[in-house]
């Protein structure tokens, strides 16, 4: 979100779209302001979908402070440079696919020196510590529970007092306090993630119980317990309760291979922390004997003739990274399980999944999908509706209005709903991709700018996510016909229907 006052500007976030290849191209496209026009940039916390265009910012000649918490900076350190290596390791895979043979060359969004680049502009600064960012803005970090270093941003500028939530956790969560802020805000703009959601209440304790019974239902079947994780908080997060489990007894001592360098990298950073996370408990956590972090690709290729492990891998909605081989080697087997732990994105492979696709497509492939596939809810870094609620009624009186964000549209429309009984001396605003609005004090914000209504849908499912489910179905139900002639006139009427879009555009084109 860029801030705009005076002759400054400046960005709270600059994060990577993720979700449908429709949101992904966005990607690539220019950013929607002026680079050279940037101040400053002040950063929430270290995940991708909002540190992850940094690198591409730099390139494109932003050579201003990135400020942002002791902790995030650690973080950034690791999850920049992946990010690079991953962009470019995607754009030379989907490059080599036989069935882009025709189309032209991708280019990474950035690289791995571009994201180094963007590391070393990262200034570190402590919680509630005021400072100036930009001539004219004000600011300083409040913890926000959500990961390690990660933190809501208060903002004075122009009159207006402003907070912009950044990714909020639970009440109660491992290693890290609730979150907490101050009261009385001209505009709140608050995440919504989980906002049509209320997770049971489960403590660290009743849920190390359900992921116990989780680990042994699936290794009496014989085969793999895969859970696709996020490479930061989630992996440690799961670490410590299984550490926990053999510490104490409950489980033996299983064969734990931790398969994604950053979250080994991310581990490291999280063990340099130890004295400020809470819950650690007794015994060795990060360390134990049973974990086993997976360095090499080759290495984590051999993982794919085991059988009776535990294989954490990235990444959490398997969009990317090693899971999605783990996926095509474990999927179709009945003795597997693929556990989830995390928030699965609308147009996800994972989500793809976990809503009850019985064959899906990765990297090039249909795979069948035989394996059980399990959900355990109470590893979420995400607050739910319930502490959504709580925290928007603790920043009461907003003078002005009440932005909700980052959340699929009925999240986001359901947390409106919700929040209106507390909100009844400000407006709800639910802000579009590419909208601009004027936030003066003391009263409600004015939309100055549109945004792009055709990326609303998008956010949810676009038409490469039908296209990929029809892709698998495709050759299924062609075999269900009855003769090969009656296959080939499916196949020709289906061709026919597509030339017919073609002419329609190419006929609209011409009268235009």
């Not at 400000?426 to 914000?445: F, M, N, R």
Request: net charge negative; aromatic share 8%.
């Amino acid at each position: 979100m860029e801030v705009r006052h005076g002759t400054s500007r400046v960005l709270v976030d600059c994060g990577l779209f993720q979700g449908t290849r429709t949101l992904e191209k966005l990607n690539y496209e220019p950013f929607s302001f002026e680079v050279d026009g940037i101040s400053a940039v002040i950063l929430t916390h270290a995940h991708i979908d909002h540190s992850g265009l940094l690198p591409k910012l730099v390139a494109a000649g932003y050579s201003g402070p990135i400020f942002c918490t002791a902790a995030t900076r650690d973080l950034l350190y690791h999850m920049l440079p992946d990010a690079g290596r991953i962009q470019e390791y995607e754009a030379e895979r989907r490059n080599r696919r036989a069935d882009r043979a025709d189309a032209g060359e991708i280019e990474p969004v950035y690289t791995e020196a571009d994201a180094l680049a963007a590391f070393n502009q990262a200034h570190p600064l402590g919680f509630k510590q005021w400072f100036e960012p930009a001539p004219g803005f004000k600011a300083r970090f409040w913890n926000a529970g959500h990961i390690l270093g990660s933190a809501s941003v208060e903002l004075e500028v122009g009159g207006s007092r402003l907070l912009f939530s950044g990714d909020l956790g639970p009440n109660h969560k491992a290693f890290h306090p609730d979150p907490e802020a101050p009261a009385g805000f001209d505009h709140v703009i608050c995440e919504s993630t989980y906002g049509d959601r209320v997770r049971e209440e489960v403590t660290i304790e009743q849920r190390r119980t359900l992921l116990e019974a989780e680990i042994k239902a699936a290794l009496t079947r014989g085969g793999n317990l895969v859970i696709p994780v996020f490479a930061l908080e989630r992996t440690q997060e799961l670490l410590l309760d299984i550490a926990s489990l053999i510490n104490s007894g409950r489980l033996p001592h299983p064969r734990v291979f931790i398969d994604s360098p950053l979250a080994s990298r991310a581990t490291e950073v999280f063990a340099r922390h130890a004295n400020d996370l809470e819950d650690m408990g007794d015994g060795e956590v990060f360390q134990h004997p049973s974990f086993h972090y997976v360095a090499s690709a080759t290495e984590s290729m051999r993982l794919n003739q085991m059988s009776g492990a535990i294989i954490m891998a990235a990444s959490g909605m398997c969009e990317a990274g090693r899971i999605r081989h783990h996926l095509r080697h474990n999927l179709s087997r009945r003795q597997s399980t693929v556990l989830f732990v995390g928030f699965q994105a609308a147009g996800s492979l994972g989500r793809t999944i976990l809503d009850g696709a019985d064959r899906v497509r990765i990297s090039g492939h249909d795979v069948s999908v035989r394996a059980q596939i399990r959900r355990l809810e109470g590893y979420s870094a995400h607050a739910d509706q319930d502490d959504l609620l709580r925290w928007i009624e603790a920043r009461q009186p907003i003078a002005g209005s009440l932005f909700l964000s980052h959340g699929e549209t009925g999240a986001t429309e359901t947390l409106r709903r919700m929040a209106q009984p507390v909100c009844t001396n400000h407006t709800i605003v639910l802000p579009q991709i590419g909208e601009c609005y004027a936030l003066p004090s003391a009263s409600a914000a004015r939309r100055l700018k549109t945004g792009k209504p055709e990326l609303h849908d998008a956010v949810s499912r676009d038409w490469q996510n039908d296209y990929a489910e029809f892709a698998t179905r495709l050759k299924s139900a062609l075999n269900s016909i009855d003769s090969a002639s009656a296959r080939r006139e499916a196949l020709a009427k289906m061709n026919s229907i597509l030339r017919s879009y073609s002419d329609h555009r190419f006929q609209r084109k011409q009268e235009g």
